[in-house]
């Protein structure tokens, strides 16, 4: 009896959208959205503005429920599953970091709330810190940061439990275009350091270039990419 033809086989996707379709009332923002981001990947999603691209990401997060489609995990389905039971991490535009937190404790906000214990948590923001260049931050209040060391604070936060994925929703918009490039080469750096496969989305084309190991553009997700 033969068995498959070595390298045939194909590799399940960290992440897969299938069909997925949203819609608000008569307009219909996504339409039967094919996407697969494979183990370690970083894809960059590139749309105008208004196209779709953060529904998707609330969509994939578990923030919004598709009115059809799956969302699938190493070939599990999600679509119904919580947000906070998909151990996602989420980076928005604006850092959305705690002003009565100092750096050390917005990092590790989440692995408090996870019942991580204290020297284990310190330890991990330290580590985190130092992957993002804000080593010796700790102490510091968030409302002294700049634009970038703020995004680099919340990149840590958003990293500092592990999460099997993360998604990057426009995350260097608000910066000048020297620091956004600098950051994008950092962020992609980073995630493969770390093997995090990440989803980032963004109407910058430069950008997304920097980011991504694929990009691609919301326009053709209705057919599998």
């Not at 390298?7 to 094919?34: H, M």
């Not at 990947?41 to 105008?48: I, N, S």
């Not at 691209?53 to 059809?68: F, N």
């Not at 350091?193 to 980011?211: F, I």
């Amino acid at each position: 009896m033969s068995g498959p033809v070595p390298g045939s086989e194909r590799v399940v996707a960290a992440l897969a959208l299938r069909e997925v379709c949203v819609g608000y009332g008569e307009r219909a923002v996504l339409d039967r959205v094919w996407l697969d981001v494979a183990p370690g990947q970083v894809v960059t999603l590139l749309g105008p503005s208004g196209s779709g691209k953060s529904t998707l990401l609330q969509v994939i997060a578990g923030l919004l429920v598709p009115d059809r489609g799956q969302v699938l995990w190493d070939g599990h389905d999600l679509t119904a599953v919580p947000a906070h039971r998909r151990g996602f991490g989420l980076v928005f535009q604006d850092a959305l970091l705690f002003p009565h937190l100092d750096v050390a404790g917005n990092v590790g906000y989440g692995l408090g709330v996870a019942g991580i214990g204290r020297a284990q948590a310190s330890a991990r923001v330290a580590e985190l810190l130092d992957l993002v260049a804000l080593g010796g931050y700790g102490g510091r209040s968030v409302t002294t940061l700049s634009g970038g060391e703020a995004q680099r604070v919340a990149l840590a936060r958003a990293l500092a439990p592990a999460p099997r994925l993360l998604l990057l929703d426009e995350p260097f918009g608000a910066l000048d275009r020297e620091l956004r490039d600098r950051l994008a080469v950092d962020v992609r750096a980073l995630l493969h350091q770390l093997g995090t496969p990440a989803l980032h989305v963004t109407h910058d084309l430069a950008e997304a270039e920097l980011v991504g190991d694929r990009v691609v553009h919301l326009a053709d997700l209705a057919r599998p990419v």
